[in-house]
């Protein structure tokens, strides 16, 4: 088809033509956009895979009560993806255990934590766990 017959055909369906009238919008969108939606989809993927692993193993497979005391509140991922900061919150035992003993009991199962996410997602490293303990009082600590 002729760029002239074309334009008239366009023309039919609107009231002026522009540049990018029957252009693909598809072919407007760069590769780096895409490639950097997809590892945003694929960051947001393993944060719920590690928010559904890490409620299950903290509040069953822990044998620790004060590590089942604990509510999780949300996964982030590093821009890299190396690193995920969990974000938890005491509920029943807030006021009666710090801060500093929860992070210690966290780094007590830290192994165990990381091993379990790691059988859980596919990858081919197992993501640093870093931890951000909340309190009622809406104080927090890492």
């Known amino acids: 088809m002729s760029s002239r017959r074309r334009s ?21 969108v760069s590769r780096h956009d895409r490639s950097r939606r997809k590892q945003k989809r694929k960051a947001q993927q393993l944060c719920k895979q590690a928010y559904q692993t890490l409620a299950i193993t ?6 620790d009560p004060i590590l089942q005391d604990l509510s999780l509140i949300g996964v982030e991922a ?13 509920t029943t035992l807030d006021g009666q255990v710090t801060v500093s003993e ?7 199962v830290h192994g165990f934590l990381r091993s379990e996410l790691a059988a859980a997602i596919t990858r081919k490293r197992a993501p640093e766990l870093s931890w951000r303990v ?9």
């Open 78 to 90: 590093t821009p890299d993806g190396s690193d995920l900061i969990v974000a938890v919150q005491l």
């Open 8 to 28: 008239r055909d366009l023309r039919r369906f609107c009231a002026r033509v522009d540049s990018e009238d029957g252009v693909d919008p598809r072919d407007t």
């Open 102 to 108: 929860v992070l210690e009991r966290l780094a007590r």
């Open 58 to 63: 903290l509040s069953g497979q822990c044998g």
């Open 134 to 142: 909340l309190t009622s009082k809406g104080t927090c600590r890492e």
